[in-house]
């Protein structure tokens, strides 16, 4: 089964950027749809973005289109979610997924079975 770990999180000022990473380990990374998802504390977990298996397709949350971009190098097994223009809202634990055996994005969090640990994302106003 693959396994998840995100990297890249950390504390940026209102405006900022940063790049988050998933790097999979295990088969089927370059078959599966992948997706990115954030937790804030007292909050329920929420979609942010997804990509298809080739990278053809991608979706985003409205609270993220045209801030956050969501990429992919399966020659890597990585998927990247480049993140701009980040707000204090945008602060959470992201977590990357994927959805083992499926190709096409979702926003369901329930159709992804392999969840990474998260990356903590701060932003100070």
């Known amino acids: 089964q693959v396994q998840l770990v995100e990297s890249g999180g950390g504390m940026v000022q209102a405006g900022g950027e940063l790049r988050l990473s998933c790097v999979a380990s295990g088969p089927g990374f370059d078959d599966n749809a992948m997706g990115w998802f954030r937790q804030a504390p007292g909050k329920e977990r929420e979609y942010v973005a997804s990509i298809s298996w080739s990278g053809g397709s991608t979706d985003y949350a409205d609270s993220v289109k045209g801030r956050f971009f969501v990429t992919r190098d399966n020659d890597k097994d990585t998927m990247y979610l480049q993140m701009y223009n980040l707000k204090p809202e945008d602060a959470a634990i992201y977590y990357c997924?994927?959805?083992?055996?499926?190709?096409?994005?979702?926003?369901?969090?329930?159709?992804?079975?392999?969840w990474g640990q998260g990356t903590q994302v701060t932003v100070s106003s």
């Open positions: 997924a994927t959805r083992s055996h499926y190709s096409n994005w979702s926003r369901d969090r329930y159709a992804y079975d392999v």
